[in-house]
């Protein structure tokens, strides 16, 4: 079946979709995106992802082209149409192609931004194998820009990341920075010091994940600590757990770092434990 998109105010057959090639996001990585999962058909935390989409537009001086209540029906419609009942929905808004090249960009009111989205079909997402089984990092350098809490679409150095793990025989990457693990290479990370939850605090340094703000509440609740600052390799390679968390992996347990296993080398009982808390509850609020 053909995918339908969303482009710039069209219902699109993916291979009718056109963007300028003078797209400030394809030229200059001038733009923002979100990801947004769907379980039973449903969208999860679409609120706060739309909150931080507000959010990073507003750092780039940016202007979304569509309201927050339009934004919920595009992703509905694409959902419907889409046939999607585990997946995920991609949004990006760029700064458009308001001329030639040129690194200054003109004023936000005088020009157009593009907005695409579409939606990936991901059968099964909330009982994959990873997230039975638990997943592998490895340690990397942490070289990328400095507004890591913008959620722009400069993912060269994270892709890099993914395949440093891949070649290394693992599953993904810390990224390390003054001694420290700032995140993974699409994810927040966190150890576990017996019922404690530890983990980067916000700054400029790290995303501030949407999935993060839902997992640490709801950790809270369960009488967990929570603690948040920076640790290291080292504390996380003799920490009792460890995992991440994203959009589309929600909470995932983490195995083995740099060589080194966790515990038993299985996800630990408070991974699991706060993943049957966050989908049961995301399920629940899901729109």
Request: net charge negative; glycine share 8%; no cysteine.
């Amino acid at each position: 079946m053909t995918r339908t998109v969303y482009v710039n105010g069209e219902y699109l057959p993916e291979h009718e979709a056109r963007v300028s090639i003078f797209d400030r996001a394809f030229l200059m990585a001038d733009g923002v995106y979100e990801v947004t999962s769907v379980l039973g058909g449903k969208l999860i935390d679409f609120d706060g992802h739309a909150r931080r989409l507000e959010r990073s537009l507003g750092e780039l001086e940016m202007k979304s082209p569509v309201t927050p209540e339009q934004l919920l029906e595009i992703h509905r419609e694409l959902v419907r149409v889409n046939e999607i009942e585990d997946g995920l929905v991609y949004l990006q808004i760029t700064r458009g192609a308001p001329g030639d090249r040129d690194f200054a960009f003109p004023d936000p009111d005088t020009t157009d931004p593009t907005i695409v989205l579409f939606t990936q079909s991901k059968p099964g997402l909330a009982d994959s194998a990873a997230s039975r089984e638990g997943i592998k990092v490895i340690s990397i350098d942490d070289h990328r820009w400095g507004r890591r809490d913008i959620k722009t679409v400069q993912l060269l150095y994270p892709s890099m990341g993914k395949m440093m793990a891949k070649k290394a025989g693992a599953d993904d990457a810390w990224m390390v920075e003054d001694g420290a693990v700032t995140e993974g290479t699409s994810n927040n990370a966190y150890i576990v010091v017996g019922n404690k939850i530890v983990t980067r605090q916000l700054s400029t340094d790290i995303l501030h994940g949407i999935t993060r703000a839902a997992v640490l509440r709801y950790a809270r609740e369960a009488q967990m600590e929570v603690e948040e600052r920076p640790f290291t390799i080292a504390e996380a390679q003799s920490a009792d757990e460890a995992f991440v968390t994203s959009a589309s992996a929600f909470v995932m347990p983490v195995v083995e770092i740099d060589g080194v296993a966790l515990g038993d080398g299985k996800p630990g009982p408070r991974a699991r434990r706060l993943r049957e808390i966050y989908l049961d509850e995301s399920r629940k609020a899901a729109i």
